[in-house]
Structures are given as structure tokens and as C-alpha cells.
């Protein structure tokens, strides 16, 4: 019976955590940034908290559809997607940024086995504002 107890223990506490994931950009200075619009992203929210983390560590961001305009040095992409258990949380979500098509920096947010996680609540902004500052510790 300890030992049903210790693993059904093991096996919610496994069941609780969130993870993430932060590759910092080596770039000494990044000015600009191009987003790709993520059209399978329907939180109309996210893109702007994106184009917030950026400016808010002194980057241009701006958003485009379609191929990448010239003079994108700098440009990303994403994927998000948010769940419901009382109320809508963020789920998973992905940032990739690249230089000139090479992958230089990613941010990744993981609640999906968050399922006992109070920390899963909460504003898209205070789950990404620690991560985009680590992303830029290096720049």
C-alpha cells in the first residue's frame, strides 16, 4: 500500500510542473525584428505581448505575412496555444528567432503536464517577461 501511495505521489507530482526554455541571442545588438503572423494562433493578444517583449529590451518589432520582406536581417516566428481548467491559461508557447534564416535564440513556456500547477494562471505577459529577459541576458 506504501508503495501505491509513494508512486500515485511521484506520479502528481511529475503531473505539476511547468518547464521552459530559453537559447539567449549572442547578438551583440539586434535593432529590428520581423514576425511572421501566426495565423493558427486565435488569442488575438499574443502577437502584440510579442511585439511588447521585444521593444521592451529596445528591439523594433514589426509583423508580416507572407514571405519575409527584404531588410528582415532579424526575423521569427511562433506558436501558442492556451487551455481551459477554471479559466484560460497559456499553454505552450514557442518564439524562434533567427538571423538571416539561421536559428539564433528560442523561447519556450510548457504547461502542458501542468495540470496541479497553480503557477499555470496568469497574464501571457508575466510568463514571458522572465523569459525575454533571459533571452536578452547575453545581447
Not at 518547464?19 to 539586434?30: E, S, T
Not at 525584428?33 to 518589432?61: D, W, Y
Amino acid at each position: 500500500m506504501r508503495k501505491a501511495a509513494l508512486a500515485l505521489g511521484l506520479i502528481l507530482l511529475a503531473s505539476c510542473s511547468i518547464n521552459d526554455r530559453v537559447d539567449p541571442l549572442p547578438v551583440a545588438k539586434m535593432t529590428k525584428i520581423c514576425l511572421k503572423t501566426n495565423e493558427a494562433v486565435h488569442m488575438s493578444g499574443f502577437l502584440p505581448e510579442l511585439i511588447h517583449q521585444f521593444e521592451r529590451h529596445g528591439v523594433k518589432a514589426t509583423s508580416y505575412n507572407g514571405a519575409r520582406p527584404k531588410g528582415c536581417r532579424y526575423h521569427g516566428n511562433y506558436v501558442a496555444r492556451w487551455t481551459w481548467d477554471m479559466a484560460m491559461y497559456l499553454n505552450f508557447a514557442e518564439i524562434k528567432i533567427y538571423d538571416r534564416g539561421k536559428q539564433i535564440g528560442l523561447v519556450e513556456y510548457d504547461a502542458r503536464v501542468a495540470q496541479f500547477h497553480i503557477g499555470k494562471f496568469g497574464t501571457t505577459r508575466s510568463k514571458l517577461d522572465p523569459l525575454f529577459d533571459r533571452l536578452f541576458a547575453k545581447g
